[in-house]
């Protein structure tokens, strides 16, 4: 039995055409928000709290810190298991840790980190004794770490590379899709 679709789609008029293009998009719009508020709610089990480096204090010469407070959770990006922290609504408000956190340090479900430099995290313990004192303590010595990381920094500005050998293949393939919509454009002008 064949699907009558005559009924579903009005033919005829570029308005109905316009009205279908955005019900469409409305409809896919809601399903991709859906299945994305689906996979965070599935893989962000993790509280996380971070306590993000600030300059030092004028006054007491101390180092002042930004605590931000987010969702943890573990994804597998490019073969490789991180520990992604999202602290805001946008895509570009989360820390992606490669060194996933030690589960004895974690308290409950929450993870703490201190960052060292720029892109440097630590995971930390928190110790809080009866008299009301907070002690924040890194788990493991970053010394290594640091080091490989700011290596890295420096290769990667070291790294000389041409503009047009890194975005050439895409503009390249956009102007070709355009090229090709202006040319069916002129071939249904003509044949219609």
């Known amino acids: 039995m064949a699907i009558d679709l005559s009924s579903i789609i009005p033919s005829g008029s570029f308005g109905s055409t316009i009205t279908i293009i955005l019900w469409g998009t409305l409809v896919i719009g809601l399903v991709t928000m859906g299945a994305v508020m689906a996979r965070n709610k ?77 892109d440097n995290y630590v995971q930390a313990k928190t110790h809080i004794d009866w008299k009301g004192n907070f002690d924040l303590k890194p788990v493991e010595d970053d010394v290594k770490y640091g080091a490989q990381q700011d290596m890295n920094e420096k290769q990667a500005v070291l790294q000389i590379e041409s503009k047009w050998q890194k975005y050439g293949p895409a503009m390249g393939l956009t102007l070709l899709f355009m090229a090709g919509i202006i040319a069916m454009y002129f071939v249904s002008q003509t044949c219609g």
Not at 60 to 67: G, R, V, Y
Request: net charge positive.
């Open 42 to 118: 599935i893989k962000y089990v993790y509280t996380a709290k971070v306590y993000k480096r600030r300059q030092n204090d004028f006054q007491t010469n101390a180092p002042a810190s930004k605590i931000i407070y987010g969702k943890a959770g573990y994804f597998m990006v490019k073969g490789r298991i991180i520990f992604r922290i999202k602290y805001g609504p946008m895509p570009w408000q989360r820390i992606e840790i490669k060194k996933i956190p030690d589960p004895k340090y974690m308290q409950d479900t929450e993870v703490t980190y201190i960052q060292l430099q720029k």
